[in-house]
């Protein structure tokens, strides 16, 4: 066996495991179910006007720094730096 034959065939098993731990991991997957909603402790199907709901996490985010760098009007872009803490 070549090394070019070799490789070949390392290439085209690591990409059947890919295609099959993708195929795994979303089996079932529903994308129009929120992730971050669960059933309550009563069983009860959670909605947005549900007042009875279990947040999984909480993501705060607090914008210390910002600074327009650039601006290109035509290409309607902005450039910024930033410096934000994330909890």
Known sequence: MG???FSEEIYYDY???????TRNLFYGYDESVSPVFV????????TFKNANYSPKFNYT?????????????????VEFVLEIMEI
């Not at 059933?39 to 959670?46: A, K, L």
């Open 61 to 77: 985010v607090y914008v210390y720094y910002l600074k327009m760098i650039d601006m290109d009007e035509p290409a309607e872009k």
């Open 39 to 46: 059933r309550g402790i009563s069983d009860e199907i959670i």
């Open 15 to 21: 990409l059947h495991t890919q295609q099959e731990l």
């Open 3 to 5: 090394v070019e034959e």
